[in-house]
């Protein structure tokens, strides 16, 4: 009789530390799974993207060359992508900066990716001679 008991209690106690077991590996796998989904957040950054065309207007036989979009507002930090389309003339595009330039083409998408890491209000200009002087910039402003 004794020893039926003793049996059973171990037997008992057996299956106990097995649940425990179990119990403490699944507890493992989730913190795991955790950590690999922060791992992941922290490597997605947070993109804005922009579309302009850069042209020349000509008003009553004057020049104004100019982009579509004259104002571009992002938080620091982001990443931010800015497609430029030339449709007339001959343009590039520049942000002093955050050292960003391109020679844009005709009738070609150029793009320019940078991450917003200073705050503040920044210039993107058209270096061409007298394209600045006539209108041929925007701002970027970058918030905290
Ligand atoms: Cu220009």
């Not at 990443?79 to 595009?93: L, P, Y």
């Not at 520049?94 to 330039?101: A, L, N, Q, S, T």
């Amino acid at each position: 009789m004794n020893k039926k008991i003793i049996s059973f209690l171990v037997i008992v106690g057996v299956v106990l530390v097995l649940v425990v077991l179990v119990r403490n590996n699944n507890k493992n796998i989730s913190v795991k799974e955790n950590k690999v989904e922060e791992l992941q957040s922290d490597t997605i950054e947070n993109v804005k993207e922009f579309a302009m065309t850069s042209f020349t207007e000509i008003k009553d036989g004057k020049y104004y060359p100019q982009y579509s979009l004259k104002d571009i507002e992002v938080k620091k930090g982001d990443r931010v992508r800015i497609k430029i389309m030339v449709t007339s003339g001959m343009h590039d595009f520049k942000i002093d900066e955050y050292g960003v330039y391109a020679d844009t083409q005709m009738n070609k998408e150029s793009v320019v990716e940078f991450v917003a890491d200073k705050t503040g209000e920044f210039v993107y200009y058209c270096t061409k001679p007298g394209h600045r002087e006539n209108g041929h910039w925007g701002t970027i402003k970058v918030t905290e």
